[in-house]
């Protein structure tokens, strides 16, 4: 059954699949890159698909090909990029019929950077990602 009530998003999402990679930004797991692909795409956030399941209010890093729409100006421009990828916030998890799992992303802006939830969270991902650029 499709939704008809009012719209309810700020920006109008693109149909846009693509591969992606990812992180989970946790201890557990933020030295482990995953595959996924991303359904479609708004200014604010995708919808993705991915094999591991996550948690709401996970933070993600997400990279892939960003070089084939005019929105992914707007997108970088807001949001949060580091190591050429886009950080986000989980929102939604849906768990489909083949093991897979829908998951809703919402980018997480350079002005949310700095709250008081998501610093905390941001500052790991840069200490992690520093600890894997250092030579061995």
């Known amino acids: 059954m499709e939704y008809e009530g009012p719209e309810r998003r700020n920006f109008v999402r693109l149909d846009y699949r693509i591969p992606l990679a990812y992180k989970v930004c946790s201890e557990e797991t933020i030295n482990k890159l995953l595959q996924g692909y ?46 050429n990828g886009i950080i986000g916030k989980v929102v939604r998890v849906e768990q489909k019929n083949d093991n897979t799992y829908n998951i809703g992303v919402q980018f997480i802006t350079r002005e949310e950077k700095n709250l008081t939830d998501i610093y905390p969270r941001f500052h790991f991902i840069e200490k992690q990602f520093e600890g894997e650029n250092k030579p061995r």
């Open 38 to 83: 991303a359904a479609d795409i708004s200014q604010s956030g995708l919808l993705c698909n991915m094999k591991e399941r996550v948690n709401q209010d996970d933070i993600l890093w997400l990279s892939f090909d960003k070089s084939t729409l005019n929105i992914f100006e707007e997108i970088e421009r807001r949001s949060l990029i580091y190591q």
